[in-house]
């Protein structure tokens, strides 16, 4: 079995930045992407950002330019860098790990158990 554990989420004004936290533990034989999705109320979750194993990464519009995510990939683990923040940001957070629990196995989709960003104007 799997388990993300995120961290870091809270209450910050209009510009502020805030840093959250992801580690993958367990059965982790190889993690392919990681990524950060948020779901604000009354609308569908979306994806943030992602990293790939390489370092390559993809940002929604809405971010590009404030946001930055990473990984340490002997650790397991992926942090979103959130400056310039806007109540619009204000959402929970989920960080997702497709992970490759042995080398046969197809990677699959784990996911935290989400943290609250809230942006106040």
């Known amino acids: 079995q799997v388990q993300l554990v995120e961290s870091g989420g809270g209450l910050v004004q209009a510009g502020g930045s805030l840093t959250l936290s992801c580690a993958a533990s367990?059965?982790?034989?190889?993690?392919?992407?990681m990524g950060w999705y948020r779901q604000a109320p009354g609308k569908q979750r979306e994806l943030v950002a992602s990293?790939?194993?390489?370092?390559?990464?993809n940002y929604a519009d809405s971010v590009k330019g404030r946001f930055t995510i990473s990984r340490d990939n002997a650790k397991n683990t992926a942090s979103l860098q959130m400056n310039s923040l806007k109540p619009e940001d204000t959402a929970v957070y989920y960080c997702?790990?497709?992970?490759?629990?042995?080398?046969?196995?197809?990677?699959?989709?784990?996911w935290g158990q989400g943290t609250q960003v809230t942006v106040s104007s």
């Open positions: 997702s790990a497709d992970v490759r629990i042995t080398p046969s196995r197809y990677p699959y989709r784990y």
């Open positions: 367990g059965s982790t034989f190889s993690i392919n992407i």
């Open positions: 990293v790939n194993s390489d370092g390559s990464t």
